[in-house]
């Protein structure tokens, strides 16, 4: 089992800035992704980003290009999501999660989630 902790989410206005941390822990031994997905209100979970265990390659989801950034401290065992320039759709529960396949874009995909932390952005 991994049990992956979200934190940082929270209100912010639009243009502003969150930084999301989630730290994993227990057997990761295997995990090739660590992503961030997000569930508005009345909508399917969709695929934010994702970093590749051993962070050498990162993908974004084409509406958060430019202004969100995924990262990894490998001491930490913690993924981090840096979002800028936010914008009032980027408004949703952001889960983190592991996954041990080669597919990084897709809810199947991965076996382990966070809890979720709120992000809300206001106009």
């Known amino acids: 089992q991994v049990q992956l902790v979200e934190s940082g989410g929270g209100l912010v206005q639009a243009g502003g800035s969150l930084r999301l941390s989630c730290v994993a822990s227990?057997?990761?031994?295997?995990?090739?992704?660590m992503g961030w997905f997000r569930q508005a209100p009345g909508k399917e979970r969709e695929f934010v980003a994702a970093i590749s265990w051993s962070g050498g390659r990162s993908f974004y989801v084409e509406s958060v290009k430019g202004r969100f950034t995924i990262s990894r401290d490998n001491a930490k065992n913690t993924v981090y999501l840096q979002m800028n320039s936010l914008k009032p759709e980027d408004t949703a529960v952001y889960y983190c999660a592991a996954s041990k396949t080669t597919v990084y874009y897709s809810v199947s995909s991965y076996d382990y989630w966070g809890q979720g932390t709120q992000v809300t952005v206001s106009s």
């Open positions: 227990g057997r990761t031994f295997g995990v090739y992704f």
